[in-house]
C-alpha cells in the first residue's frame, strides 16, 4: 500500500474521510516508507528535531536505530500526548512561525510529509534553516505525471494528489511540485539542495524515470539541504 495513504487515513478516526484535524487515538505507530530514507540521510549520534512529528514514530526510529538526541513539535493534541507517553521531548504549537530554538541548535531539523499542510511554508523552511545546519524535507510531488493527466482528463482537481480526499477536505492546502519547492529554496540565503531521492512506487518505467524527470516522475520527494548562514 502507498505509504502516504497509510498515514493520511490513519488518524482521522471521524468516519468522515476528512484530514484536516489530525487525532493519533489508538494509532501510536506507523511506518512510512521514507522513514527509511531519512534514516540514511541523518548521521548517527546527532541532535534532531522533527517538526510535526505526529505520533512520534520517526523520532523513535532516529533514538533507536541511530542514537539520535531527539525533540519534536506537533499541532495534534493527540500525537503531543502519544509522544509524550513514549517519553519523546515533544512541545505543541504550529511549526510555520517563529520556532522556540536558538540558531543552530540542531544537527537536523524534519518536515516529513507536512510542508503541503501550513499556512507559511516558507516560514517554516526559513526556521529549519536558522535551527538546523541540515534540513530534511519530504512533500507529494503535485506535478506527478498522474496528476497531470488526471487534471487534464477529468478538468477537476486531481484526485491523485489527494490520497482519497476531495479538494474541500483535505489538509494539504499549498499544492506544489519540485520545480516549486527548489524556486523556494532559493529564496533562502545560503541554503542548498545537497540531495533529491525519491518514494520508489514499484512500477517500471516510472521509478527509473525518476532519474531523468524527477518533476515529472517522482510521485513522493524527500530532500536534503544545507544551511550555511
Known amino acids: 500500500m502507498d505509504s502516504i495513504i497509510q498515514q493520511s487515513q490513519h488518524p482521522d478516526r471521524s468516519g468522515n474521510n476528512d484530514n484536516r484535524q489530525y ?14 530514507i531519512v534514516l540514511n540521510m541523518v ?6 528535531l522533527d517538526l510535526g512529528c505526529g505520533n512520534g514514530s520517526l523520532l523513535q526510529l532516529l533514538q533507536q536505530k541511530k542514537q539520535c538526541k531527539v525533540s519534536g513539535m506537533e499541532l495534534s493534541p493527540t500525537g503531543v500526548a502519544i509522544c509524550r507517553q513514549k517519553g519523546l521531548d515533544v512541545i505543541a504549537g504550529s511549526i510555520d512561525q517563529v520556532l522556540p530554538y536558538a540558531d543552530k541548535q540542531f544537527d537536523y531539523s524534519i518536515c516529513n510529509v507536512t510542508l503541503q499542510m501550513v499556512y507559511y511554508p516558507e516560514v517554516t523552511l526559513k526556521e529549519m534553516a536558522r535551527v538546523s545546519r541540515y534540513q530534511i524535507i ?8 498522474r496528476n497531470r493527466l488526471d487534471l487534464l482528463l477529468s478538468g477537476r482537481m486531481p484526485q491523485p494528489g489527494l ?5 474541500y477536505n483535505t489538509g494539504h492546502i499549498h499544492q506544489f511540485s519540485i520545480s516549486d519547492f527548489n524556486y523556494l ?6 541554503m542548498k539542495m545537497l540531495q533529491l531521492e525519491k518514494v520508489a512506487v514499484g512500477k517500471f518505467p516510472i521509478d527509473e524515470l525518476s532519474g531523468i524527470a524527477p518533476n515529472l516522475f517522482i510521485k513522493i520527494a524527500v530532500c536534503k539541504l544545507e544551511s550555511q548562514a
Open 163 to 167: 490520497f482519497g480526499y476531495q479538494w
Open 185 to 190: 529554496v532559493a529564496q533562502v540565503p545560503l
Open 43 to 48: 548521521e548517527a549520534n546527532a541532535k534532531v
Open 23 to 36: 487525532d493519533y487515538t489508538g494509532f501510536p505507530i506507523d511506518h512510512r516508507a521514507e522513514y527509511d
Open 138 to 145: 519530504s512533500f507529494p510531488n503535485f506535478a506527478y505525471w
